[in-house]
């Protein structure tokens, strides 16, 4: 049984920063992509990063592009999500996910549709 367990989130000021965790279990993960989806109230999940366990190749939304920063500790089956110049449209609920190995390229790692694990979400706040 694989399960995702990730750190509890915040509430952060805009401009500040904060970093999840995610931890995961039942499987080894050297082969797979970890990633980062988000949702807001009233919206759908989107898609916020992702890391290939080998090679860690990262993947992130324009909309967190040099902002966020995706990485893995192989030795911990973790992967973090560091986000800094947080702002307001950044609160939401965090959800790790992990797929089956089968994603190439940005699209396929984009769409929530092609992960099979998923942890409980964390909620994010980042007050004005």
């Known amino acids: 049984q694989v399960q995702l367990v990730e750190s509890e989130g915040g509430l952060v000021q805009a401009g500040g920063s904060l970093r999840l965790s995610c931890a995961a279990s039942g499987r080894t993960f050297s082969s797979y992509a970890m990633a980062w989806f988000r949702q807001a109230p009233g919206k759908e999940r989107e898609f916020v990063a992702t890391?290939?366990?080998?090679?860690?190749?990262?993947y992130y939304a324009d909309s967190v592009k040099g902002r966020f920063s995706i990485s893995r500790d192989n030795a911990k089956n973790t992967v973090y999500l560091q986000m800094s110049s947080l702002k307001p449209e950044d609160t939401a609920v965090y959800y790790c996910?992990?797929?089956?190995?089968?994603?190439?390229?940005?699209?396929?790692?984009?769409?929530?549709?092609?992960?099979?694990?998923w942890g409980q979400g964390t909620q994010v706040t980042v007050s004005s």
């Open positions: 890391i290939i366990w080998s090679g860690g190749n990262t």
């Open positions: 996910a992990a797929d089956h190995g089968y994603n190439s390229g940005y699209r396929s790692y984009a769409n929530k549709n092609n992960y099979a694990y």
